[in-house]
Antibody, heavy 120, light 112 residues
Framework: QITVKESGPTLVKPKQTLTLTCTFSGFSLSTSGVGVAWIRQPPGKALEWLTLIYWDDEKRYSPFLKNRLTITKDTSKNQVVLSMTNMDPVDTATYYC????????????WGQGTLVTVSS | QSVLTQPPSVSGAPGQRVTISCTGSSSNIGAGYDVHWYQQLPGTAPKLLIYGNSNRPSGVPDRFSGSKSGTSASLAITGLQAEDEGDYYCQSYDRSLSNSGVFGGGTKVTVL
């Protein structure tokens, strides 16, 4: 059974760096075809794709945020870490991590999400 | 402005059929990337509804169906039920954006 869960700060100040951790179980990021994605959703707004990482360390980033995002994996801990620099109030959102369905590109297991508020 | 375009809202009476369109371009849907659909009920995380254009994950009722043609895709809900009320998103990838993921702006389904 696959589960994913996001963790990290609920409040960050403008210009700070946000670091979120996705801890998962039921799969391994050392298995061929496996990947994890990050998606966010500002309050009352649409989903926005951020980044993903695959088992072979392939990484993709939203070109709109690329300079601010870094995604890494720790296979031994079953974790994926998202870092976003220079946070702004417009980055206030619920941040989700999701398991990528193998050979599909769809996201079949999502975490509950974590609301991050950017405010001084 | 989302890369994939969806109508903001659709509505229908219980039992009716509604469809949601997802319009892309030659760099995403038209480039051959699959389209996936997600259902987000109020206060919950998105749930995968359709993957690979027309495939339903285990447990998704066959009232939900998906299709793709050219640079567009669509989601159909037949036999609309009150529990279907929520937001629906299409998702794909875009080769002009370094193969990054893209979502539609979402469609609010209202059951009258």
């Amino acid at each position: 059974q696959i589960t994913v869960k996001e963790s990290g700060p609920t409040l960050v100040k403008p210009k700070q760096t946000l670091t979120l951790t996705c801890t998962f179980s039921g799969f391994s990021l050392s298995t061929s075809g496996v990947g994890v994605a990050w998606i966010r959703q500002p309050p009352g707004k649409a989903l926005e794709w951020l980044t993903l990482i695959y088992w072979d360390d392939e990484k993709r980033y939203s070109p709109f945020l690329k300079n601010r995002l870094t995604i890494t994996k720790d296979t031994s801990k079953n974790q994926v870490v998202l870092s976003m620099t220079n946070m702004d109030p417009v980055d206030t959102a619920t941040y989700y991590c999701a398991h990528i369905k193998v050979r599909s590109g769809s996201y079949d297991y999502w975490g509950q999400g974590t609301l991050v508020t950017v405010s001084s | 402005q989302s890369v994939l375009t969806q109508p903001p809202s659709v509505s229908g009476a219980p039992g009716q059929r509604v469809t949601i369109s997802c319009t892309g371009s030659s760099s995403n849907i038209g480039a051959g990337y699959d389209v996936h659909w997600y259902q987000q009920l109020p206060g919950t995380a998105p749930k995968l509804l359709i993957y690979g254009n027309s495939n339903r994950p285990s447990g998704v009722p066959d009232r939900f169906s998906g299709s793709k043609s050219g640079t567009s895709a669509s989601l159909a809900i037949t036999g609309l039920q009150a529990e279907d009320e929520g937001d629906y998103y299409c998702q794909s990838y875009d080769r002009s954006l370094s193969n990054s993921g893209v979502f539609g702006g979402g469609t609010k389904v209202t059951v009258l």
